[in-house]
């Protein structure tokens, strides 16, 4: 891309070099016409009328030489006014380049300026992206299921930093197991324990877990009966399922992590608004995605898999962070086997890549078939 442009604008210079001299030479063949008829005009006059200094001049010669004088006077100043044309077009020619290049000047010192005020705050804010990140500090609530014993009391467990995102993809998994569990029991946990206990058949103790689990999370995220047909009714689409899900999540654990996505889709808006400066300044540069995506990348290596996995349930929540998302492709490094359930995904305009599928890409293209068959 980069070479095209720089040899389109090579033709584009040569051109205008090209007329720039044509005009050039016109002016001195003008300016070089006009000389010679004054000169062969002199020596006509000279040669011809056999005018001398002393002698008497009828006026008959002054009327010839006045004739003369007025044809050849128009034919040169003709000459010299074209050449007055084409010496004030190659004046104003020059003057208008030279004002072009001083606003490509100015406009590439104000990119400049643009540039560097953005990336100062840009790293100032990943900086207090970090610190937000260090500060979020989650207690979740959990109870140890097992086959024989039934569940084991409730402990609190506490995560900080990036483990509190681990742990909120963990609990937003359980928030989607409790929605989809179409299996009957009921809300008394000693009740399902109990049950569990009881269950001798391997398979019916699995789902007896998950009754067990699916009671302990419905009253830990106080999920209703109304949340729970919605979530299973065969008409509610995948999008609005996700979005259900991670509401609950809100509901509960919102305060901990608002001020993390909201840094983080904060960060990608300001990206967002210095593209647009760019474009603004210089609708030609074809390069302003390139210079956003460096950005984004930077970003992306801040983050990690978890982190990247709750920004892309997050954006079936939020439209604006969505639409930030989709339009720099922010979640391309994240694989469908993160999400929670594979069919999750593309079920609001993000579609995500297989890690299988990614690196045979990288295989083709690194090895091209004529290469390995060769080999």
């Not at 720039?20 to 016409?33: E, G, H, R």
């Not at 050449?83 to 104000?110: A, D, I």
């Not at 103790?205 to 299973?232: D, G, T």
């Amino acid at each position: 891309m980069k070479k095209q442009e720089d040899k389109k604008e090579n033709k584009k210079e040569n051109k205008k070099e090209f007329w720039l001299n044509v005009y050039d030479i016109l002016a001195k063949i003008s300016l070089f016409v006009g000389i010679f008829i004054l000169f062969y005009i002199t020596i006509f006059i000279v040669s011809n009328l056999q005018f001398a200094w002393g002698k008497d001049v009828t006026d008959d010669t002054l009327s010839t030489i006045g004739n003369l004088g007025d044809f050849f006077g128009g034919v040169i100043g003709s000459f010299w006014a074209l050449t007055g044309v084409f010496l004030l077009y190659l004046t104003l020619k020059m003057q208008k380049e030279e004002l072009g290049n001083q606003k490509e000047e100015l406009r590439s010192t104000r990119e400049v300026f643009e540039t560097q005020k953005f990336e100062t705050t840009f790293f100032n804010l990943l900086e207090r992206q970090k610190q937000i990140l260090n500060e979020i500090n989650i207690a979740t609530r959990e109870i140890n299921v097992t086959s024989f014993l039934g569940s084991s009391p409730s402990e609190i467990r506490n995560f900080q930093g990036k483990d509190s995102l681990k742990e909120a993809k963990i609990q937003l998994e359980k928030i989607f197991q409790t929605l989809n569990n179409r299996n009957k029991y009921s809300l008394n946990l000693q009740e399902e324990d109990q049950k569990l206990i009881n269950t001798s058949q391997e398979y019916e103790r699995e789902q007896q877990k998950i009754n067990v689990q699916s009671c302990f999370s419905r009253k830990e995220y106080k999920i209703n009966e109304k949340e729970i047909n919605f979530y299973q009714h065969i008409n509610t689409e995948i999008s609005a399922r996700c979005a259900l899900a991670y509401a609950i999540f809100l509901t509960k654990y919102g305060t901990n992590f608002e001020q993390y996505f909201r840094g983080v889709f904060q960060i990608l808006q300001h990206i967002k608004d210095f593209e647009d400066v760019i474009k603004k300044n210089n609708p030609d540069n074809l390069n302003t995605q390139n210079q956003s995506k460096k950005y984004i990348k930077f970003l992306q290596a801040q983050l990690s898999t978890d982190e990247l996995t709750m920004i892309f349930y997050n954006a079936s929540y939020l439209t604006d962070a969505r639409d930030l998302i989709v339009h720099f492709d922010f979640l391309n490094i994240l694989f469908v086997d993160a999400l929670i359930s594979e069919e999750h995904n593309n079920s609001f305009g993000i579609n995500l890549t297989r890690r299988s599928s990614q690196i045979l890409d990288y295989i083709y293209e690194k090895f091209p078939t004529s290469e390995m068959t060769n080999d």
